[in-house]
């Protein structure tokens, strides 16, 4: 069975992300650039099946700027055996919307049959928590969100997802589309010789047009603007004085 | 034409808080036609016929729908999609799964998380966990968003909508429910709660999490956590509050042990009062803290417990 990891190009976590001037956006441009958190955790959990002899290959998928062969590269680098990178555009300020990243991964699927997709359920820099989902809905597949467990017993995968109240846990039908959430794993860094094993392994490139695919966004941004500040109130000496203030305020 | 609010259902139970405040959003867009889905819902449908602005409910009673799995779910709301322009629920974790399967089968985006209506097709939602706040202008005919409910005041009751039964669709059967573990809990619920008391890395166990709970109960608040305190083990994941857990805004939030990583003041900035008791004084949470309290935890959190009367 193979396994395709969609993987996202995405500002690290750490950097501090500042809005532009103009309002179009945030600036991307020489900012620290890493894999989407949780796609890490999908390339991990991929490469755990293939150690378990669950799978056979795992392929890293990514959509977007030529630059996101780094990200593959990191994917590879942790153990993924070969990559894909669907050119969407050339710009770096353009976020491809997960609807049309979405029809990009059905293509590709329609192409390398894997017996399941494990993506991160969430890219830190849109928010949208949508991809795995849409790809789920185009390929009429079964979809696993939030997932923090997972077993895969013959044409079933049986999943604990994570959701308001609790846990839940679900058996679906493969193939299927996996969203992963933070406790699934643990992902391993890439040591010094795999990393440089990695740049030998194969990298296939298309674009979203060889694959049939109209990636014009549905929704047009008519302004990105930083939130509203919120000001540092006062530090209070004692818990004394803490229950007097909440008692003034009346919070308490 | 008008807008479908999926309304949020919980074991048969209308989940009012979130519905309600879904609805706020709802009534700015247009006439509001709200859908119960369970295996029993018909109890959900008649609380959901009193809130104010509903003009009908529906109510799509089947055992496919007691779990909210996303392939039934999404394949009756598509079943009911041509009579909306508009489908939206509150931002959830059941609308979350299966909103985005529904704008895909119809062709459309999903605009996830909405925390302003600037009109019909015009929506703000935060990016990058709040750091930046994004208009969008949708061109899709048919519009499927999440509304975050922490930015809206919840609609109040006083309606007296017709309720109307409507047959479930075929189910694709590509998934079955096996079991829910909900921690049974006398608190309030984490996303509507007066007050909220999360605990961070700092409170360093697992164990010594009961005295954030102490506080908590003291409080009558729910409590929430960090993802660093999720991650470490201390608290379990539906406590998280953040970019990547939940979203709250109560009256008062008490965070302690919490450094303030952007991730987590994603989840709780707009909460009206922040209390911050930290021992680091450079913490980042003091910067939007109201009243901050420079000192150690497991000192001043019994304290405190004990001198709220």
């Given at each position: 069975m193979k396994v395709l990891v969609p993987v996202k190009r995405v500002i690290d976590y750490n950097v501090k992300v500042r809005v532009k001037a103009d309002g179009s956006g945030v600036d991307l441009a020489n900012v620290k650039m890493s894999m989407n958190p949780f796609d890490e955790i999908a390339v991990e959990q991929a490469i755990r099946l293939k150690e378990a002899g669950q799978a056979d290959e795992v392929i890293a998928v990514s959509v977007g700027v030529k630059q996101n062969q780094e990200t593959l590269r990191t994917a590879l680098a942790m153990g993924a055996d070969r990559a894909i990178l669907v050119i969407a555009t050339e710009d770096v300020h353009t976020d491809i919307e997960p609807l049309a990243v979405a029809k990009i991964l059905k293509a590709v699927i329609d192409e390398e049959k894997p017996g399941i997709v494990l993506a991160g359920k969430q890219a830190i820099d849109n928010d949208m928590n949508a991809t795995g989902q849409m790809l789920a809905a185009l390929t009429g597949w079964s979809q696993a969100t939030f997932v923090s467990e997972l077993t895969i017993e013959g044409d079933n995968a049986v999943v604990t997802r994570e959701v308001?109240?609790?846990?839940?846990?679900?058996?679906?039908?493969?193939?299927t589309i996996v969203t992963v959430d933070l406790r699934l794993n643990e992902p391993r860094y890439a040591s010094l010789p795999n990393i440089m094993k990695a740049k030998k392994k194969p990298l296939d490139e298309k674009s979203a047009a060889e694959l049939g695919v109209d990636v014009t966004p549905r929704l047009k941004i008519a302004s990105t603007s930083e939130p509203e500040a919120r000001l540092a109130g006062i530090k209070v000496g004692s818990v004394e004085e803490l229950v007097e203030k909440l008692k003034e305020v009346g919070a308490v | 034409m008008g807008v479908l609010l999926i309304a949020e259902v919980n074991s048969g139970t209308l989940s009012v808080d979130a519905t309600a405040k879904a609805l706020t959003a709802a009534k700015q867009i247009g006439d509001v036609t709200v859908l119960c889905v369970g295996s029993?819902?018909?109890?959900?449908?008649?609380?959901?016929?009193?809130?104010?602005?509903?003009?009908?409910?529906?109510?799509?009673?089947?055992?496919?729908?007691g779990h909210d799995l996303a392939e039934p779910v999404a394949d009756l709301i598509i079943s009911l999609s041509s009579d909306y322009t508009h489908i939206v629920a509150p931002s959830t974790s059941a609308s979350k799964n299966i909103l985005p399967r529904v704008a895909a089968l119809l062709d459309v985006m999903i605009i996830s998380e909405v925390t302003a209506v600037v009109d019909a097709d015009t929506f703000e939602r935060p990016i990058y966990a709040g750091n930046a706040i994004q208009t969008v202008k949708s061109s899709d005919i048919i519009k499927v968003a999440t509304i975050r409910t922490s930015t809206f005041e919840a609609a109040n009751e006083g309606g007296m909508a017709n309720v109307e039964s409507i047959d479930a669709c075929a189910n694709p059967g590509l998934s079955e429910w096996i079991e829910d573990k909900v921690a049974a809990s006398d608190r309030p619920e984490l996303t509507s709660a007066g007050i909220v008391v999360s605990g961070g890395r700092g409170v360093g166990s697992e164990d010594d999490f009961k005295i954030i709970e102490g506080l908590a109960d003291k409080l009558g608040a729910a409590v929430g956590a960090s993802r660093a305190a999720v991650d470490s083990g201390y608290a379990p994941n539906d406590w998280q509050v953040g970019q990547t857990g939940k979203v709250v805004a109560p009256d008062l939030y008490v965070a302690v042990g919490i450094s303030g990583a952007i991730q987590h003041l994603a989840g709780m900035k707009d909460s009206k009062i922040i209390v911050a008791i930290n021992k680091d004084e450079e913490a980042p949470i003091f910067q939007v803290a109201d009243f901050g309290l420079v000192a150690d935890l497991f000192d001043a959190v019994p304290k405190l417990t004990e001198q709220i009367a």
């Amino acid at each position: 069975m193979k396994v395709l990891v969609p993987v996202k190009r995405v500002i690290d976590y750490n950097v501090k992300v500042r809005v532009k001037a103009d309002g179009s956006g945030v600036d991307l441009a020489n900012v620290k650039m890493s894999m989407n958190p949780f796609d890490e955790i999908a390339v991990e959990q991929a490469i755990r099946l293939k150690e378990a002899g669950q799978a056979d290959e795992v392929i890293a998928v990514s959509v977007g700027v030529k630059q996101n062969q780094e990200t593959l590269r990191t994917a590879l680098a942790m153990g993924a055996d070969r990559a894909i990178l669907v050119i969407a555009t050339e710009d770096v300020h353009t976020d491809i919307e997960p609807l049309a990243v979405a029809k990009i991964l059905k293509a590709v699927i329609d192409e390398e049959k894997p017996g399941i997709v494990l993506a991160g359920k969430q890219a830190i820099d849109n928010d949208m928590n949508a991809t795995g989902q849409m790809l789920a809905a185009l390929t009429g597949w079964s979809q696993a969100t939030f997932v923090s467990e997972l077993t895969i017993e013959g044409d079933n995968a049986v999943v604990t997802r994570e959701v308001d109240g609790g846990l839940q846990t679900i058996k679906v039908t493969m193939p299927t589309i996996v969203t992963v959430d933070l406790r699934l794993n643990e992902p391993r860094y890439a040591s010094l010789p795999n990393i440089m094993k990695a740049k030998k392994k194969p990298l296939d490139e298309k674009s979203a047009a060889e694959l049939g695919v109209d990636v014009t966004p549905r929704l047009k941004i008519a302004s990105t603007s930083e939130p509203e500040a919120r000001l540092a109130g006062i530090k209070v000496g004692s818990v004394e004085e803490l229950v007097e203030k909440l008692k003034e305020v009346g919070a308490v | 034409m008008g807008v479908l609010l999926i309304a949020e259902v919980n074991s048969g139970t209308l989940s009012v808080d979130a519905t309600a405040k879904a609805l706020t959003a709802a009534k700015q867009i247009g006439d509001v036609t709200v859908l119960c889905v369970g295996s029993g819902c018909s109890d959900a449908a008649q609380a959901a016929a009193k809130l104010d602005g509903v003009s009908k409910v529906l109510c799509a009673q089947d055992d496919a729908y007691g779990h909210d799995l996303a392939e039934p779910v999404a394949d009756l709301i598509i079943s009911l999609s041509s009579d909306y322009t508009h489908i939206v629920a509150p931002s959830t974790s059941a609308s979350k799964n299966i909103l985005p399967r529904v704008a895909a089968l119809l062709d459309v985006m999903i605009i996830s998380e909405v925390t302003a209506v600037v009109d019909a097709d015009t929506f703000e939602r935060p990016i990058y966990a709040g750091n930046a706040i994004q208009t969008v202008k949708s061109s899709d005919i048919i519009k499927v968003a999440t509304i975050r409910t922490s930015t809206f005041e919840a609609a109040n009751e006083g309606g007296m909508a017709n309720v109307e039964s409507i047959d479930a669709c075929a189910n694709p059967g590509l998934s079955e429910w096996i079991e829910d573990k909900v921690a049974a809990s006398d608190r309030p619920e984490l996303t509507s709660a007066g007050i909220v008391v999360s605990g961070g890395r700092g409170v360093g166990s697992e164990d010594d999490f009961k005295i954030i709970e102490g506080l908590a109960d003291k409080l009558g608040a729910a409590v929430g956590a960090s993802r660093a305190a999720v991650d470490s083990g201390y608290a379990p994941n539906d406590w998280q509050v953040g970019q990547t857990g939940k979203v709250v805004a109560p009256d008062l939030y008490v965070a302690v042990g919490i450094s303030g990583a952007i991730q987590h003041l994603a989840g709780m900035k707009d909460s009206k009062i922040i209390v911050a008791i930290n021992k680091d004084e450079e913490a980042p949470i003091f910067q939007v803290a109201d009243f901050g309290l420079v000192a150690d935890l497991f000192d001043a959190v019994p304290k405190l417990t004990e001198q709220i009367a």
